[in-house]
């Protein structure tokens, strides 16, 4: 895989500078304008010198003739040569060059600005530094492989609109058929989209055939909430919002809590808010060299945001490294996201810090979006650094008064928590990857239930408090697999996973279960 990395700073300034004129900064498009060729030299010298005085007034209308409105810029230079030598001011060249670049440098920092603010420009610096923010984040020599498919939001939904089923879609073929039903593939641990939903029909539709082809790869997908979900014209506006779930409760989101009770639900994260992928360009805080260029960020939207499931993505590659299974996603430490960019500003006489996502989120709205389905980014407290604290999927949670099984609905809730179903998929990889390579096809039922059981016990311990090293190595205190011949398909195994690791929550065991198919023929 070959990653382009954004272009450094100045570059990227330049660019898009070259990209407004259409040319170099320093061309000009008109063949007679003073800028395309020696006359400029010329009229340079003839509006600094105070014998040529008289003729200023033909020099300013052969500039404005020559230079319309879009080359203001030689025109303001000439104007200013010619006042200063028709007035015989006391006023050097220097003074009056260094004025003139200041004014060049305001005009070029509006222009510039307003193409850093292009949507279609936000969209496209935002997509490639939050690639590169994750890139950057994976450690090396770790078995983590990133691979990129380019492809809009509006071509993956039509692409599910098109298939007539959802295994013959292009997701499905690149997710599943490729990689985890291929001899030799190498399974799809998670799916980060750089995709942000809203609560229309259309988004929740697209979702579900998303979080089939989750289910099916054993994949979870990870991409964004967009603030109109929340029916608010800014995240600043979420703190103010005194109730998610009566707000939930309203019939514009039936297709969304349709969507929740699903059980392929839990395969996907929605992160929130958005996070800063850097910092305003400026004199202090990002430098440019080409030009004295302040950019203006006045209005929040300006500032480079970037989709937050790529800050949750950096966390699923950290805790791969350190421990090999994606579980330590969460909390002050393993949550953390560090690093991110900083910016200050001055208000009311005073240095101001602005924090580095877009809303600041409190711990009761933390803990009030996670039941809701969402994953939230919070600020820590006196630190730059903000940190993931809960990463639950979108499934709804299950309630005592559903179910008298308080086991089962501890489990189930559990199993809606992220970190958890990264541990039972990566199971699941595995055994798929056994049976299909070093197993053979040629074994029945029992047979593949006994030796894929004897696989798995070398990840089990009965150590009551086993320490870090060995829970890293065996992370369970008992495990069980279950392989059936399945009557109404007599192509596949049903197999059950169930799984009971050494930690607790809140105080009390619990199972992970997972149940899957295993294709007969490899």
């Known amino acids: 895989m070959s990653l382009s990395a954004p272009a450094p700073a100045a570059r990227g300034v330049d660019a898009a500078l070259a990209a407004a004129s259409g040319s170099p900064a320093a061309s000009c498009s008109h063949q007679a304008c003073p800028a395309a060729g020696p006359a400029s030299a010329a009229a340079r010298t003839g509006a600094a010198s105070a014998p040529l005085a008289p003729g200023v007034p033909d020099v300013l209308a052969e500039a404005r003739r020559f230079c319309p409105c879009r080359r203001p810029v030689l025109a303001l230079a000439l104007t200013r040569l010619a006042e200063a030598a028709a007035c015989m001011e006391d006023v050097s060249l220097a003074d009056i060059t260094e004025e003139l670049l200041a004014e060049i440098d305001e005009l070029l920092s509006e222009q510039v600005s307003v193409l850093l603010h292009h949507p279609a420009f936000q969209a496209l610096e935002s997509a490639w530094r939050g690639l590169r923010f994750l890139a950057d984040r994976i450690p090396p020599g770790h078995n983590i492989v990133l691979q990129i498919l380019n492809i809009s939001k509006d071509d993956l939904r039509a692409d599910f609109e098109d298939a007539p089923e959802i295994i013959r879609s292009g997701l499905y073929f690149h997710v599943y058929v490729s990689q985890y039903g291929q001899f030799g593939g190498e399974p799809v641990g998670a799916l980060i989209g750089n995709y942000s939903f809203d609560s229309s029909p259309a988004d929740i539709r697209l979702l579900t055939s998303i979080a089939a082809v989750s289910a099916m790869a054993h994949a979870p997908f990870i991409a964004a909430v967009d603030k109109g979900f929340f029916g608010i014209e800014s995240w600043e506006e979420l703190p103010n919002l005194s109730d ?194 070093y197993i053979g096809s040629w074994k029945g039922a029992q047979e593949l239930e006994r030796e894929l059981n004897q696989w798995l016990s070398q990840y089990v311990t009965a150590m009551a408090a086993p320490d870090l090293e060995t829970r890293c190595k065996r992370p369970f205190c008992a495990a069980q697999i279950r392989v059936r011949e399945t009557d109404h398909d007599i192509g596949w195994y049903t197999v059950e996973l169930k799984v009971q690791p050494h930690f607790r929550y809140m105080g009390l065991s619990f199972t992970l279960a997972l149940t899957g198919k295993l294709d007969k023929t490899h």
Request: charged share 20%; with cysteine.
């Open 244 to 437: 998610l779930h009566a707000l939930f409760e309203m019939s514009r989101y039936a297709s969304w809590r349709s969507f929740r009770t699903s059980p392929d639900a839990r395969y996907v994260g929605l992160t929130l808010p958005r996070f800063l992928l850097r910092a305003p360009y400026g004199p202090e805080a990002q430098a440019v060299s080409s030009f004295r260029f302040t950019e203006d960020v006045e209005d929040p939207a300006f500032f480079c945001w970037g989709n937050t499931a790529f800050a949750l993505a950096s966390r699923l590659a950290e805790s791969f490294a350190r421990y090999h299974w994606c579980v330590n996603i969460v909390g002050q430490e393993d949550g953390a996201v560090s690093s991110l960019p900083t910016y200050c500003y001055e208000s009311m006489d005073v240095i101001q810090k602005k924090i580095p996502t877009e809303v600041l989120i409190s711990e009761q709205r933390e803990f009030e979006l996670s039941e809701e389905g969402f994953i939230a980014l919070t600020l820590l407290k006196g630190a730059r650094n903000c940190a993931f604290f809960s990463a639950f999927s979108c499934q709804a949670p299950l309630h005592d008064r559903d179910n008298s099984d308080s086991a089962y609905v501890l489990s189930y809730n559990i199993s809606r928590q992220l970190p958890y179903l990264f541990l039972i998929t990566r199971l699941a990889h595995y055994i798929k990857v056994l049976q299909r390579e």
